[in-house]
């Protein structure tokens, strides 16, 4: 019974996207095409970039608020550069502004030693700022629509490039996580930091990297975007960050760091992508829409709660141990 | 038949009666409405451009938030034969190649009229200041734009002393407006607002500093029932009327035409009409 | 008591146990009242508008409604519930509640109703991250998704308007002199501080933010006093929106948005730890005047509106900063 | 038991400098905000030896160690290893070195495996990627060569604390060190693991690795060292070697005078019986624990780590749930769901886990103190102020906490102190029965003996109590009756004229000893 438990609780991503699926499928007529799956795939893609480089920040123990903000500050000078740069080199330049706006972000949580969500907090008002600041507040344009067509296309039937990279991204993170020495140590960081340093790895390096990876996607995330709507625009992104956290939670990774996966948040995304489809097929209200997508992120999370808390009358106690500023590292 | 209708946003007082009237008058003709609420997010907006096509709808009408950022979604729309046209805000040129039609205010034009309305009241001299709306967004762009433009043209000797943004928001609106008037005092002859909510925020505040002086003239956008209320007591100058159940009418009756395979105009206006003290009692506001 | 035990004291009660820094004590203590001094000092030299009563009262009137918020959002900073997200939500819910039920059941009962109904949202939060351990980020963030979407969907997705000139005309009049918002902002602030500071239930939420398994040994309800610190927030958010609302006579789902963020701002830049177990009413009320006065004076001197985010950035960054570095030499 | 061990590891062979000493440190000061914790130490170890380090709480010993494996900066002075000066900036510095440090408090990571942990910070590996099978191999290996029985691919958090504090040793040895520090590393271990860890330790010092050993129990001490160095106050007092010097002499060092009798006999009268335990289970950790605790009376809670001993205690004390069975207090059946209830029926409990459960850290010792009993200092839910200032007062000179300043953030106090505090804050709530759950691990001497001396005061006062100690010394020193626990099962409670040091370990580990 445990067991069937811990199994049901170990791919429960999988089981809910698969349950959202089959249920979708039922009731909304013409759900399951290749067109749905292609064009889903699509739209997850910008959430699922900055999602990917959340992950590894969450599971660092660490957090960026900041995401939306430079995903429309990479898309701006991305396209802001196009006319003197061209666009290729035009858009290196935007995904690495987004790895500066990490460095800045990682730095000042190592550096300063403070909290990462009241830092990000600081750093969103800025970059956004930055990006109002530049742009005078108007959208700015690309130099080539043509080329933003070409973005949008769907290949093969089933990937647009975007959601290609995504994927590709997910994929060579989850074996980074799972199989290399610098992939534990990022859960030893989250899990523990000051053990983590006293037994040699750098933890601070470790976030600091970690903040540069989400920056960069976030970058690589904004830079598509704006290639693909051919505009550089200081609102895009407002509305990203949370959504952005709930497909990583969803996916099974912990905020307080040092648990999660990177398959878990490419289901989370999915999930949260399906589902979206699926009640906008329906035309269902877009309130409504938040209050299904509410439930379901609270319903995950207090599974996952509960689930853990009946298994320690069954043995482990890991109330001891999750509550213990030793073993968390002083962590509440 | 069944619309794809991407709006703004459910619940904001000009986008909420023109989903209203789409909403009715798509029942009478029979046309199925799949409504998507971009909340005013243009992201959101993009995506949700993908699910009316993967749906494989008749036809799109979609209330742009940016002027270029859809343009791949038309695209990949033109592509599955799916007709599109544009309701309430314009986008970039562009655009037109993919679209059938733009029905909705011209908001430039709609920034001209109250500049024009404006001189009118401070007698073409005097400095104003100018709430706009959420930076970056295409009507407030429009608006503003509009507005400057045609004191240029005109070369009115109207000095602009500030430009802030309040997001057409009334609460916003209160604070910058309490802000402004510390700041300019006196010098505030003249308002512009880019909505009549904003305008509104700046009257509370106006009443909030100088209980007793007279507001200087105000010029909002809308035509709401409040607006009207203000311009007879005298405490706005003028509204420009933009009925927003015209606005949704025109859009779901220009679908129509288009699934009966009829040709349509490429630009279809709503009718304009600014609003004073003179013709307050015989213009119906707008909502 | 023991001979042994009094001769210890008299050791080590030497030198070995000096009083820490005195200089960074007083900077921890007085540092913030010498920013918002020199901001004053700087606005009167800079803008002749600013040093007037009209302006103060201006400033008063425009904090008070977010005051009210940040009143609430100490508690749960200090009990460790990191940030309540939830509050745009509330405020909403507290606002179209006010409007909405006028006509049904006339202003005063309807603005009590929003304010219970709000404090219910509350004590959902509360119960989620109190009694089953859900993380505060993901639980306000759930529900207030959640309420804002039954909310909307109660009124239909529209706009509400006030039906009541008379309780609009009292809240945005005067009572000697002050405006009725900012006297109901003091007695709020008053009270909180005074449960906060001399209150059983303000030791508890300290105790609790600052080592929950011990303060659970010492027989605090620490459940409960979690959950309570975001059903304060909840009430006091309720109020600000029915206040909001009744000096608006109107209200939209998103008339909070951004609330959150603007009370977490003055709270951290009071000083009051993001992990919890320190701080007090005054200091983040203290945190709040000077983010008004900072704002009113760019405003004033016509600093744009993107520079002015960009400025708040720096400074939560910079305050943050100083707790972790204040908090390293052992001080605050 | 003696079995043989054999090295799995490869023969060490310390690169001898220009001397035989693994690390020398002079002058070492250190100074923390309000605190001179070192002042002008000098402390030196040779290969291939034990070097015990003793002292009270808060002489210095931790922060010692933490200079030396770079956790901390010295404020001034030289460390040595090898014979070169080392700067030592990082724990990755003193790591390279050859330095490995097992801490007071564990530092390991919950959410990684038993190997994983094992290895942190060097796993073994190709081109970046961990080589698993490698690293299982390896702490197979040397968790058996530690004789324990953790399964390598359990994840940490899973494990009880004295297994994770064995992870913790393993993890120093595994990294082949030149230098180990062990400070208290047999607090919460048994009797049967410390025995193993010695055989260890011996292993190594033979191999020629310099080990550090700091430890309260001078029992150990003297067992396992070869040299000793007392602090006190922060500074180094003396090093002489373990032969010519014996208990009470260290003591004598590390108090600045004679202790003489270091477990008193408290002579109290016992009455009735305060608090019944009805054969409760948690459906867990414990099943069927019964006894009782009598007015006047300590009752000692032994057995081996993990046998239960703390879970029962929070269960009594509504901390945890009771599946089965029944408390009775003062022959009325009592139900106790939460602390709140075991205060208001007069139960207290002091945790074992001091820094954990004990202390609100950024609170003064006033605001600690009066935590508990705070709803009896109030007034329509305002608190009183003079009500809590003066029980803190009193509290501070009955216990003399040092520093006597009630406004002193807690923190700031060293071990002994802060546990006085704690002991402080649950008599205030004046309970008829309190619970100690070790109340003197990490204690020193003179702290110990005023603990015991304040226990002897409250049993002659009347009240119940319930003592779980590791230290089978002092439970046959203070206790009147014991009940040992082994399993999660409990022995009917034993006078303790009846029992000796081998009959409780028998009764612990269930094997009978000749
Ligand atoms: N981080 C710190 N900040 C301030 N004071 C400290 C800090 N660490 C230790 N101290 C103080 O330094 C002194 C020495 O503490 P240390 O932990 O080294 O003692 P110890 O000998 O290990 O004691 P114990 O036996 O209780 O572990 C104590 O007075 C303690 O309060
Ligand atoms: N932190 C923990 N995580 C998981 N299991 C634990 C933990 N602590 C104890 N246990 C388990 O709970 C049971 C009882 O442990 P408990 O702590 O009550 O024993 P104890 O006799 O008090 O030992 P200790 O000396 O460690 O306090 C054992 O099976 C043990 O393995
Ligand atoms: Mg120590
Ligand atoms: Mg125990």
């Known amino acids: 019974m445990r067991q069937t438990i811990a199994i049901v609780l170990q791919y429960r991503v999988a089981i809910i996207l698969a349950l959202t699926l089959t249920v979708s499928g039922l009731i909304v007529p013409g759900y399951l095409s290749e067109t749905t799956l292609s064009l889903g795939l699509d739209r997850a893609a910008a959430i699922g970039l900055i999602a990917t480089g959340l992950t590894v920040l969450l599971i660092a123990g660490q957090i960026d608020l900041s995401g939306g903000a430079i995903f429309a500050l990479a898309g701006i000078v991305s396209t802001i550069l196009q006319p003197s740069l061209g666009i290729l080199p035009a858009a290196l330049v935007g995904v690495f502004v987004g790895g500066l706006c990490g460095a800045i972000n990682g730095g000042l949580v190592v550096g300063l030693k403070v909290n990462s969500l009241v830092l990000t907090l600081a750093t969103m008002l800025i970059f956004r700022a930055v990006a109002h600041w ?167 999370v207090v599974l996952d709660r509960t689930v853990h808390t009946r298994g320690r009358a069954a043995g482990a106690i890991p109330l001891l141990v999750t509550q213990n500023p030793i073993t968390t590292g002083g962590k509440p | 038949k069944t619309v794809c209708y991407v709006t703004a946003a459910d619940s904001h007082a000009y986008a909420t009666p023109a989903n209203v009237a789409l909403q009715e008058r798509a029942d009478e003709l029979g046309i199925e409405i799949l409504n998507l609420s971009q909340d005013f997010d243009v992201q959101k907006g993009t995506e949700q451009l993908n699910t009316c096509v993967a749906r494989g709808v008749d036809g799109i009408i979609l209330w742009p938030l940016d002027p270029q950022a859809y343009i791949p979604g038309l695209a990949r729309a033109q592509q599955s034969n799916i007709p599109s046209i544009l309701i309430n805000s314009p986008m970039a040129e562009q655009a037109n190649q993919f679209i059938k039609s733009f029905t909705g205010p011209d908001v430039y034009e709609e920034g001209e009229m109250a500049a024009d309305a404006l001189s009118t009241a401070m007698d073409g001299k005097g400095s104003v200041v100018i709430i706009a709306g959420q930076a970056g967004n295409g009507t407030t762009i429009g608006r503003v734009g509009g507005f400057v433009d045609r004191l240029k043209e005109v070369n009115s000797d109207i000095e602009v002393l500030d430009t802030v943004n309040a997001d057409f928001d009334q609460q916003k609106a209160l604070v910058v407006s309490r802000d402004l008037i510390t700041r300019f005092g006196d010098k505030i002859m003249g308002v512009y607002a880019n909505d009549d909510t904003m305008a509104r925020g700046f009257i509370d505040a106006w009443k909030e500093a100088n209980p007793s002086e007279p507001t200087p003239p105000i010029v909002g956008i809308n035509g709401q029932k409040d607006a009207f209320e203000s311009i007879r007591s005298g405490e706005m100058y003028a509204t420009i009327v933009q009925s927003p159940v015209e606005d949704g009418k025109l859009a779901i009756n220009t679908m129509a035409e288009i699934l009966d395979g009829k040709e349509v105009d490429s630009r279809l206006p709503i009718p304009l009409t600014v609003v004073t003290m003179e013709n307050v009692n015989s213009v119906e506001p707008a909502f | 008591m023991s001979e042994i035990a009094s001769e210890l004291d008299s050791e080590s009660s030497n030198e070995r146990f000096a009083r820490g820094s005195r200089l960074v004590d007083l900077l921890s203590k007085t540092g913030l009242s010498l920013a918002i001094l020199a901001v004053i000092l700087y606005g009167s030299f800079s803008s002749p508008a600013f040093f007037t009563t009209g302006n103060f009262l201006n400033i008063l009137t425009s904090m008070s409604i977010i005051g009210i918020v940040v009143v609430g959002m100490t508690f749960v900073l200090v009990v460790g519930g990191l940030a309540d997200l939830s509050v745009p939500a509330t405020i909403a819910c507290g606002a179209i509640l006010s409007l909405g039920l006028q006509p049904v059941i006339g202003p005063v009962p309807a603005f009590v109703v929003a304010v219970a109904l709000s404090g219910l949202i509350g004590s959902v939060n509360g119960v989620l991250v109190g009694y089953l351990g859900v993380n505060p980020i993901i639980a306000t963030l759930g529900i207030g998704t959640i309420a804002l979407g039954i909310v909307q969907a109660a009124v239909g997705g529209v706009i509400v308007y006030g039906a009541n000139p008379e309780s609009a005309e009292f809240v945005k009049g005067r009572l000697f002199g002050i405006p009725v918002v900012v006297l109901i902002f003091l007695a709020v602030a008053v009270i909180g501080h005074f449960i906060l500071a001399r209150s059983f239930w303000g030791r508890w939420t300290l105790a609790t933010g600052g080592n929950y398994s011990a303060a659970e040994a010492s027989a605090v309800p620490v459940k409960a006093v979690k959950a309570g610190a975001f059903v304060i927030t909840a009430v006091a958010a309720g109020i600000s929106g029915g206040l909001l609302g009744l000096t608006l006579q109107s209200a939209r789902p998103l008339i909070g948005q951004g609330y959150e963020f603007s009370a977490i701002t003055a709270v951290v830049v009071g000083g009051v730890s993001i992990m919890g177990g320190f701080g007090s009413v005054p200091r983040a009320i203290a945190g709040l005047i000077f983010v008004q006065l900072l704002t009113n004076v760019m405003v004033l001197d016509g600093v744009r509106t993107p520079i002015q985010g960009f400025v708040l950035g720096i400074l939560i960054a910079g305050a943050v900063g100083m707790d972790s570095a204040l908090r390293k030499r052992g001080v605050a | ?488 099962q409990a022995s009917p409670p034993i006078d303790r004229q009846d029992l000796t040091e081998e009959r409780i370990m028998a009764l612990a580990t269930g094997e009978e000893v000749a």
């Open chain 4, 1 to 488: 038991m003696g079995k043989d061990l054999t090295l799995v590891r490869e023969e060490i062979k310390p690169e001898m400098g220009s001397t035989d000493f693994a690390l020398s440190m002079k002058g070492i000061t250190k100074t923390f905000p309000g605190v001179k914790a070192l002042s002008n130490v000098n402390f030196a170890v040779k290969f291939g030896t034990v070097h015990a380090v003793v002292g009270e709480n808060g002489a210095g010993k931790s922060t010692l160690m933490k200079v030396l494996s770079g956790s901390y900066q010295p404020t001034s002075g030289t460390i040595e290893v090898g014979g070169t000066e080392a700067r030592l900036r990082r724990p990755a510095d003193a790591q390279a070195l050859g330095i490995r440090m097992v801490h007071q408090e564990l530092n390991l990571v919950p959410d990684l495996t038993v190997a994983e942990n094992i290895y942190l910070g060097r796993m073994p590996g190709r081109w970046g990627f961990l080589d698993k099978n490698e690293m299982l191999q390896k702490a197979t290996a040397v968790l058996q060569e530690q004789e324990t029985a953790i399964d390598p691919q359990e994840i940490l958090g899973n494990l009880s604390i004295s297994q994770q504090q064995l992870v913790e040793i393993a993890k120093a040895y595994a990294a082949n060190p030149r230098i180990i520090v062990l400070d208290e590393p047999t607090s919460s271990l048994s009797e049967h693991e410390t025995a193993a860890l010695f055989r260890i330790l011996r292993k190594m010092r033979d191999a020629g690795i310099a080990i550090v050993y700091i430890s309260h129990r001078l029992k150990e001490v003297l067992e396992i060292a070869d040299e000793v160095t007392v602090l006190r106050d922060g500074s180094m007092i003396e090093t002489r070697p373990i032969a010519g010097i014996s208990a009470s002499e260290m003591i004598q060092l590390m108090v600045g005078r004679e202790v003489s009798n270091v477990f008193p006999k408290s002579p109290a009268k016992i009455g009735e019986p305060v608090l019944r335990v009805n054969s409760i289970s948690d459906g867990a950790n414990f099943r069927d624990v019964s006894f009782d605790v009598r007015a006047g009376e300590i009752l000692g809670l032994i057995g081996l780590v993990g046998a239960g001993r703390t879970e029962v205690a929070r269960a009594i004390f509504g901390l945890s749930g009771i599946v089965e069975g029944t408390l009775t207090l003062n022959g009325k059946d009592v139900v106790i769901n939460s602390p709140a209830e075991a205060v208001k029926a007069g139960i207290a409990y002091v945790p074992e886990d001091r820094k954990g459960d004990g202390i609100i850290p950024g609170m003064s010792i006033r605001e600690n103190i009066s935590l508990p009993v705070l709803r009896s200092l109030t007034t329509f839910g305002w608190i009183r102020g003079k009500a809590d200032r003066t029980l803190a007062d009193q509290y501070v000179k009955q216990f003399s906490i040092s520093p006597p300043d009630p406004e002193r953030r807690v923190n700031l106090l060293s071990g002994g102190n802060q546990q006085k505090a704690v002991i402080a804050k649950w008599l205030a709530a004046k309970p008829s029965v309190l619970i100690l759950d070790e109340p003197t691990r990490g204690v020193d001497v003179g702290a110990k003996a005023e603990i015991h001396n304040i226990i002897g005061q409250l049993v002659a006062n009347g009240m119940a109590v319930v003592m779980i100690s590791s230290e089978l010394p002092e439970v046959l020193g203070v206790c009147d009756r014991i009940v040992v626990m082994r399993d999660g």
């Open chain 1, 134 to 300: 530049i742009t005078n507040s108007q959208p700015v344009t690309g130099t080539d629509i043509m080329f933003s067509l070409t973005m949008a296309q769907i290949y093969l039937d089933i990937f647009s490039i975007r959601s290609a990279l995504f994927i590709v991204c997910i994929i060579l993170l989850h074996l980074w996580l799972t199989r290399t020495i610098a992939g534990r140590n990022v859960f030893a960081v989250g899990s523990n930091a000051t053990a983590a340093e006293e037994s040699g790895v750098a933890a601070g390096r470790v976030v600091f990297f970690g903040f540069i990876f989400a920056g960069s996607l976030a970058g690589v995330a904004g830079v598509l975007q704006s290639l693909v709507t051919n505009t550089g625009s200081p609102v895009f992104g407002s509305e990203l960050t949370v959504a952005v956290i709930a497909a990583v939670v969803v996916g099974g990774t912990r905020l307080e760091g040092g648990r999660g996966s990177a398959l878990g948040t490419l289901g989370g995304v999915l999930t949260m992508a399906a589902l979206t489809m699926a009640m906008e097929f329906q035309s269902v209200p877009a309130y409504l829409q938040q209050v299904v997508s509410g439930l379901i992120l609270i319903l995950l």
